[in-house]
């Protein structure tokens, strides 16, 4: 416990004495490594920006002179992470300037801190106040592997803080498939950082002979890292070498109490980052229908891509803000895009429709509604509830403020839920039962989506089975989870 208290207490001391623009020089130019340590060639040579006026971050232990960071050096890598992050931060608020809730701060902190050589390690994690990036060896070519080196895991774990910002009701809730966006959600944010970039569009139609459902230099994720954890593995838990995730794979849905806990790499299982990569193929699936679509139409192969490119991120953030805490939230979240479409005409819903049933992540059959009207709805808002009003209608969010004891659902003994000194089973945990209604203009029920106990208790078993199994919780850090009066709450997220 003292450990942990000193650590925060080091790092609230350090982020008050560092000056905010004492360790990046805006103004200076760079050759900016776009993607990845296995692509050396994808560079562009850039200035660096200021900070953020919102949003503010500072990137700790590495001070840039007046010149270009040396090649190799610890202050080449702090300007590639520093770019990547403030690009990626403004990109990602240009697009949301217009929306219903811009993005204006971080949840948890005025300014986020950030380590791009934090320690020995293959990992990099966000914990609401600082995002930290490690190194190791790779044993098979003997070099040593910077987490912050790579674009596609900077801007995955920035990815984290950006969904933090938006929704900060996701932090500690008890959902497996809400834990598993917060994984997809971070891995498309690295994709759209690399899309932003001509360089990296003309190569994808370049590899794949503009057939871009083709793996590619875009879909293939966190590169280095992924030969790196490769080679540590020995090829063994099936992983492959090229990519740590890659966005262009076949999984579909299935509900997580028919998964194992754990998988070889090549198979889906009930955890986070494994599970994350049904939303994150479903949702590239749908930027390669927008291309195809646009390109059918006549536009220009790399025009079509950056229509893609803005119009995949624009409903994923706008579909992120409103979509209900439930437990089977990849089909909330696939009907609230597919809802943000509709709003724009729906230019593109055979396109994310297909995208979306293909992955299993909707129905294919119509879906019986309640018949509730907006009037039945607006006399059950409570504080906190959010109605978000529309040109031709509403949204409502209905807020599930729900905590539970798994051992008030099991007949038996629970203790074998006991981890690291933990009694799993009595502690309280948050539940996602969140409720989502959609009118049209005439106060007419478009859509619903309504939470069930039975599957909000399932989802938070197999949370805690998944903690349990990693054994991540307890008074440190480093660990992803701790007991805070009696409740379960989220430290960082990796």
């Not at 579909?319 to 696939?334: K, L, M």
């Not at 539940?431 to 478009?446: I, K, N, P, Q, T």
């Amino acid at each position: 416990m003292f450990k942990w208290l000193l650590e925060k207490v080091k790092e609230l001391l350090v982020e008050k004495e560092v000056p905010e623009a004492a360790l990046i020089k805006p103004g200076i130019r760079f050759n900016y490594l776009i993607n990845d340590p296995t692509t050396p060639n994808l560079k562009t040579q850039v200035t660096i920006p200021p900070p953020p006026a919102e949003m503010r971050l500072i990137v700790h232990g590495h001070k840039l002179h007046s010149g270009p960071p040396r090649e190799g050096s610890m202050e080449e890598l702090a300007a590639n992470c520093y770019y990547t992050l403030v690009t990626t931060i403004c990109a990602t608020r240009r697009a949301m300037v217009n929306y219903r809730r811009p993005m204006a701060k971080w949840a948890a902190t005025n300014r986020l801190s950030v380590f791009p050589a934090a320690g020995k390690d293959f990992n990099a994690y966000y914990n609401r106040r600082a995002i930290k990036f490690f190194y190791d060896t790779d044993p098979v070519t003997r070099k040593r592997v910077y987490t912050a080196a790579s674009s596609d895991i900077v801007a995955h774990e920035l990815g984290h803080a950006i969904l933090d910002a938006i929704r900060p009701d996701f932090w500690s809730v008890q959902a497996m498939e809400i834990w598993a966006y917060h994984e997809a959600f971070s891995d498309i944010t690295a994709l759209l950082h690399v899309l932003e970039f001509d360089e990296v569009l003309e190569r994808m139609l370049k590899e794949t002979d503009g057939d871009i459902s083709k793996p590619n230099v875009a879909t293939r994720l966190a590169e280095q890292m992924g030969n790196a954890i490769y080679h540590v593995t020995r090829g063994q838990y099936g992983y492959t070498p090229g990519a740590l995730r890659d966005a262009t794979n076949d999984f579909k849905y299935v509900p997580l109490k028919k998964l194992p806990k754990d998988a070889p790499d090549d198979k889906l299982a009930a955890e986070c980052h494994s599970f994350g990569r049904v939303f994150l193929g479903a949702w590239y699936d749908m930027f390669v229908g927008i291309h195809r679509q646009e390109v059918e139409a006549g536009r220009e192969p790399i025009e079509a891509l950056k229509i893609a490119r803005n119009v995949g991120r624009d409903y994923l953030l706008r579909a992120t803000g409103i979509a209900p805490r439930v437990a089977r939230f990849h089909n909330a979240i696939a009907r609230a895009i597919l809802s943000e479409d509709r709003k724009q005409g729906g230019p593109y819903q055979q396109v994310i429709r297909k995208a979306f049933t293909n992955r299993a992540l909707i129905a294919k059959g119509v879906r019986a509604l309640s018949g509730k009207t907006f009037d039945d709805v607006k006399t059950q808002l409570k504080p906190g509830d959010e109605v978000t009003w529309e040109d031709d209608g509403a949204i409502v969010r209905m807020q599930g403020l729900q905590t539970i004891k798994l051992s008030d659902y099991s007949k038996g003994k629970v203790s074998m839920l006991s981890v690291n000194g933990v009694d799993l089973a009595d502690v309280e945990l948050e539940v996602a039962m969140d409720s989502y209604y959609e009118f049209d203009g005439d106060g007419v029920m478009v859509d619903e989506i309504l939470p069930l106990q039975e599957d909000a208790v399932d989802a938070a078993r197999a949370c805690v089975l998944s903690i349990q199994a990693a054994g991540n919780i307890g008074p440190s850090p480093e660990l992803m989870w701790e007991v805070e009066d009696g409740k379960l709450v989220r430290t960082l997220i990796e």
